[in-house]
């Protein structure tokens, strides 16, 4: 832990890969498959990954600022 507080970077690099990958595999659908059902799901679970991934990163940095300061009293 920094004076700051903690480390975010190990945390970025997994939301970004994350992020990158869904974006990729949206547009590899969009670009490459035909309308078909396995496409459309593979389509959803990657907004559903984004969606999720970009929540808990949210409501972990709240959460964190939330609880540090009152641990370091």
């Not at 498959?33 to 396995?38: M, V």
């Amino acid at each position: 832990m920094s004076v700051n507080g903690p480390s975010w970077k190990l945390r970025r690099r997994a939301v970004f890969g994350s992020l990158l990958f869904s974006m990729f595999l949206i547009l590899y659908v969009a670009i490459k498959w035909d309308s078909t059902s396995l496409a459309e799901t593979l389509v959803l679970g990657a907004f559903a990954l984004m969606g999720t991934v970009v929540g808990a990163y949210i409501g972990g940095a709240v959460y964190e600022d939330v609880r540090l300061p009152k641990e370091e009293e």
